[in-house]
């Protein structure tokens, strides 16, 4: 009789990300979906307290708490985690995630109070000036995917603004998580055994392939990123998604400027 094949994972988080606002700010379009080997995916509310949506402060605060938990989990959220190698030649950044997420951090301190994505872009906050890109260029896997530029803001289907507002957390949690974190592919294309993993989810590939059920388009795009993430480490398909088809020459600068898991 044929093996059954055991999961690698117990638990699915698919997060629809907002740039919106300040990151203290209670964001209707930040929406949290979660589901387990047994049960389909369900809403997460923020705590109890004074906020009736996510803030990305607290959603941060809540994956740190979740991710130190020892249940293997993935965590998938749609926004890109790095930038184009483009960027990294224009600005002479280190080709290493690490250093990129604090020069970023640096120019772009969107983790900090009272601070949003337009008080950067216009100059009051930080210094985005010394750290821009094109809307012409385009990550490998961007590309693949038919996805828009992360510099290409103030479009509909833009993710320029969530990126920019959310790689600051990345590099947060990362800071206080340390190895019991994976951040895919940038920590390794494989992922190591009972250990919880973060990937870069683009959930317009899949969210066709499930029924609306009355829920609002963000709070589909999360429920769609946690129901594909648990259908894909059942069915034994997500070994040949953590390792892409890319060229030989390919793989490195997807170290560099991540990939979206999924896209092959």
Known sequence: ???SHKPAFK???????????????SLKGLRVYQADNTNSPVEVPPPKGRFKYWTRRGLAEWLISILSEDIPTMVGIDHSFSFPLKYFEAHLVEHDWPAFLDDFQKHWPTDEKFTCVDFIRNGSKGNGKARTG???WRRIAEVRAGAKSVFHFD???????STHAGITWLRYIRKR??????FWPFDGWGIPENSSAVFEVY????SKDYPNEGRTPDQHDAFVAAAWMKKVDNDVSLKKFLKPDLLPEEYPVALVEGWILGVM
């Open 11 to 25: 638990r699915y988080i698919g997060i629809d990300y907002s740039g919106a606002e300040t990151a203290e700010s």
């Open 203 to 206: 959930p317009s590939m899949w």
């Open 134 to 136: 094109n809307a012409r």
């Open 1 to 3: 009789m044929p093996q």
């Open 177 to 182: 998580l340390g190895n019991k974190i994976h």
């Open 155 to 161: 479009v509909p289907g833009s993710v320029a603004k």
